[in-house]
């Protein structure tokens, strides 16, 4: 079974200063990574994932996060945060092999981007 | 497209009464899941279909049930509410296995007194 460790509940961050969320994952097995946004009072969305290759992965609207096996991490990142960014930010995992149905989320982090 | 739809958005209920709740998606999709969302714990999947006319249990299965008589609905039902059962409930849906990504919809949220 996979598990997922948001280590931050919520982040503070002025605007235009760079953030990072973090997440750790545990698995026995090879893993797929994925961070989801839920903007306030809507559904989640896919900001981006990891499937093979790159370690490092990017979305359309700034953000990267980068696979690090070793210390079982997908870290997300922005090098410069905007007041559209206020969100809250989910990491999820599910494993890669055949029969893979369930995706299992971390607790999640609020960010909360101060003008 | 419209994508996940739920039905209804807002709902209040007492204490043992009943309801159901319902997904709808127009991408064909052969999974469906639903989740509830409660402050501080994420989402936690409650019942998900990976075709029509299967179910199976997620991880908070008691007190709910599911059914996916057509491809593109999943139902979830409460047969006696509980105040526990006050949450943020959310459908998604998928194409297929691993690495596919779920689209979700809107949310419902249920306040159960």
């Known amino acids: 079974a996979q598990s997922v460790t948001q280590l931050d509940s919520q982040v503070p961050v002025f605007e235009e200063a760079p953030v990072e969320l973090r997440c750790n994952y545990s698995s026995s097995v090879s893993v797929y990574l994925f961070w989801y946004v839920q903007y306030p009072n809507q559904g989640l969305q896919l900001l981006l994932k990891?499937?093979?290759?790159?370690?490092l992965v990017e979305s359309i609207n700034g953000f990267e996060a980068e696979f690090n096996k070793s210390q079982t991490s997908f870290h997300l990142r922005k090098p410069s945060v905007h007041i559209s960014d206020t969100a809250e930010y989910f990491c999820?995992?599910?494993?890669?092999?055949?029969?893979?149905?369930?995706?299992?989320f971390g607790k999640g982090t609020k960010l909360s981007v101060i003008p | 497209n419209a994508g996940v739809t739920q039905t209804p958005k807002f709902r209040v209920l007492k204490t043992g009464q009943s309801m159901t709740l319902l997904c709808a998606q127009d991408?064909?999709?052969?999974?469906m899941y639903w989740y509830r969302q409660d402050p501080g714990m994420g989402l936690r999947l409650i019942h998900y279909s990976v075709g029509e006319g299967t179910t199976a249990k997620g991880e908070v299965p008691d007190g709910y049930n599911v059914s996916r008589l057509k491809k593109q609905n999943f139902l979830l039902g409460l047969e006696s509410a509980a105040p526990s059962q006050t949450s943020v409930y959310f459908c998604?849906?998928?194409?297929?296995?691993?690495?596919?990504?779920?689209?979700f919809g809107p949310g419902t949220r249920l306040t159960v007194l």
């Open positions: 999820a995992v599910t494993y890669s092999g055949a029969g893979s149905y369930q995706l299992t």
């Open positions: 990891y499937l093979s290759g790159s370690t």
């Open positions: 991408m064909n999709h052969e999974y």
């Open positions: 998604a849906s998928k194409n297929g296995q691993g690495a596919d990504t779920q689209y």
